[in-house]
């Protein structure tokens, strides 16, 4: 698959959200390894971020074999940043998480708004999904933003339910609802 997002704002003219491949693993460190991205991200997602992990993501991220779930962002054909869910399962099947992360350099400039606001609908519309919820740290204030600039709803706070780099802090939850405007 190959996804590509049209966008007028010229700082983001170049980006396209795409499926991850073999050669995507230098690009993919020179980005993710960055602990201010860390912070942002659960401990799965790890600091210092290594070739070999780089190439571990990209093997998990093109072996799903019950649809593409994790997509790179990319500029120039370079990844700076993924997106994608993780569907739940019993009574939750209709309902996925979605997540995102963006390298630094690229912050500020509109590009994770777009990309959130047009995969969401992508996500919707190519997998049995009704719903779409994201937890943000609350320390990030850039993606709570990103999120209800693309219309989604704020649902609830969870008090010191994440505890990282040696720091409580709270969950805010964000949802989106197939069908419901921007």
Request: hydrophobic residues 40%.
């Amino acid at each position: 698959m190959r996804l590509v997002l049209n966008f007028e704002n010229p700082n983001i003219r170049n980006v396209v959200v795409r499926s991850y491949a073999v050669g995507d693993a230098e690009s993919l460190v020179q980005h993710a390894n960055n602990k201010k991205v860390w912070l942002n991200m659960r401990d799965r997602f790890p600091h210092p971020y290594e070739l070999s992990d780089a190439e571990a993501w990209i093997k998990i991220a093109t072996t799903n074999v019950e649809g593409e779930c994790n997509l790179a962002i990319a500029i120039d054909d370079k990844v700076v940043g993924g997106v994608g869910i993780t569907p739940q399962t019993d009574v939750h099947s209709k309902t996925a998480e979605f997540g995102y992360w963006l390298g630094e350099e690229h912050w500020g400039k509109g590009i994770m708004s777009t990309v959130v606001n047009q995969i969401s609908e992508y996500f919707f519309e190519n997998f049995d999904l009704v719903r779409l919820y994201a937890t943000v740290f609350a320390w990030n204030p850039a993606s709570a933003k990103v999120l209800e600039k693309c219309g989604w709803a704020f649902e609830g706070r969870s008090r010191k339910s994440v505890f990282k780099d040696g720091k409580y802090c709270d969950q805010l939850l964000f949802a989106k609802i197939k069908g419901e405007c921007n």
